[in-house]
């Protein structure tokens, strides 16, 4: 039955209940107290009509309680009139589109989005905040229902981000962090200071007397930010020296040429940390350049070039605390679509990370991802 119909029903039923009620008396009184006893039932249910169209069940969205009214809801707005299924348009952007692990990351979110019939506008500013500003507002004049959002930097984002809130554009997080969270509905992403802080445990246990290390991170990226930290906590007080800290900004070939100098100063340092795997790729070129022989490079990631260097056994890799970009994406994908279609989505959602070494990369492949 149509809404017309089903109102109609309802207002003919109830009209004959405000008659019955009447008194004769009244209806003596005249066409004129009938025409207003007609008219006020008439208000009356369509007041009440009204009501139960604007009363809806169910707990708040994040969006709803946090703020700003919209004249129709999210969950209205995912069926087109008749009731056919809303077709969504969303963006994305990461901060490296040629890093493996956000091809991942990409190929998997345009996979699931696809299959549901939806479209994927994808951006890859190459690690140029300013691009990837310009890259968002383009995407947000397209008239996106969401955005995927992984920043080159934390701080640097926040204009796009003020872009995306004054269109009314939710933002869903992953795997680093933006400088305030409160601009996304939710993020899920790797728990880094773990992933750091097992490939310190590792190095202790392995160098148990100390030495020299170099540290590779990307202080914009907060994920590597949250590595670092973790694996700094992790080494504390076990008689290591950071001889050289540098950004290598995520990116093997510059990771490889800083490596380069620092290794021809430092040939006797016993460790490197990558701040991710391309980190450490790069570092091991490096190395292998310069005929290192004897030191340990850690990196983040899990990546299967990475596994490959650790099954080899022959690698100077000698870690890698891993994560699951496949994770990552499915998990951003459930939070977009759980959002947009009105469901509650949780500020948080934290994908495992664990150490991988040669002693058990073979339980996880060297083909793909974990």
């Known amino acids: 039955m149509s809404s017309y119909n089903y109102y109609k029903k309802q207002l003919l039923s109830r009209l004959s209940i405000v008659i019955i009620i009447t008194t004769p008396k009244e209806v003596k009184r005249g066409g004129l107290m009938r025409r207003k006893l007609l008219a006020s039932a008439l208000a009356l249910v369509m007041a009440g009509s009204l009501i139960a169209c604007g009363s809806g069940g169910g707990g708040e969205t994040k969006a709803a309680s946090e703020g700003e009214s919209k004249e129709t809801t999210v969950a209205e707005k995912s069926e087109s009139a008749g009731g056919e299924k809303k077709h969504y348009k969303f963006g994305y952007t990461c901060m490296d589109g040629t890093n493996p692990f956000f091809v991942t990351i990409q190929d998997k979110i345009k996979e699931l989005v696809e299959a549901n019939g939806d479209e994927l506008i994808v951006t890859d500013p190459g690690n140029d905040v300013t691009k990837q500003i310009s890259q968002v507002e383009d995407m947000l004049s397209q008239k996106l229902d969401g955005l995927f959002m992984n920043p080159v930097d934390a701080q640097g984002i926040i204009p796009a981000l ?209």
């Open 162 to 370: 003020d872009l995306a809130k004054e269109a009314g554009v939710p933002m869903v997080g992953f795997d680093t962090e933006v400088g305030d969270m409160s601009y996304l509905v939710s993020y899920t992403g790797s728990d880094n200071y773990n992933a750091g802080k097992v490939v310190g445990e590792d190095l202790v246990k392995k160098a148990p007397n100390g030495g020299k290390i170099i540290v590779l991170d990307s202080p914009t990226m907060q994920s590597v930010v949250d590595r670092t930290n973790g694996f700094m906590d992790a080494i504390k007080d076990h008689g290591f020296e950071v001889v050289a800290q540098q950004d290598a900004k995520g990116n093997l070939q510059i990771a490889m040429g800083i490596a380069e100098d620092l290794l021809q100063s430092n040939p006797d340092v016993v460790a490197i940390f990558g701040g991710n795997d391309p980190t450490a790729l790069g570092a091991l070129a490096a190395a292998n350049a310069a005929g290192i022989k004897d030191c340990m490079i850690y990196g983040v990631d899990g990546s299967p070039d990475i596994k490959s260097e650790l099954a080899s056994g022959e690698s100077l890799i000698e870690g890698s605390g891993a994560q699951s970009p496949v994770s990552i994406a499915e998990q951003a994908v459930k939070i977009m679509y759980d959002y947009v279609e009105g469901k509650q989505v949780d500020e948080r959602y934290p994908v495992e990370t664990f150490l991988i070494t040669s002693d058990n990369v073979a339980q996880y492949g060297t083909d793909g991802w974990q």
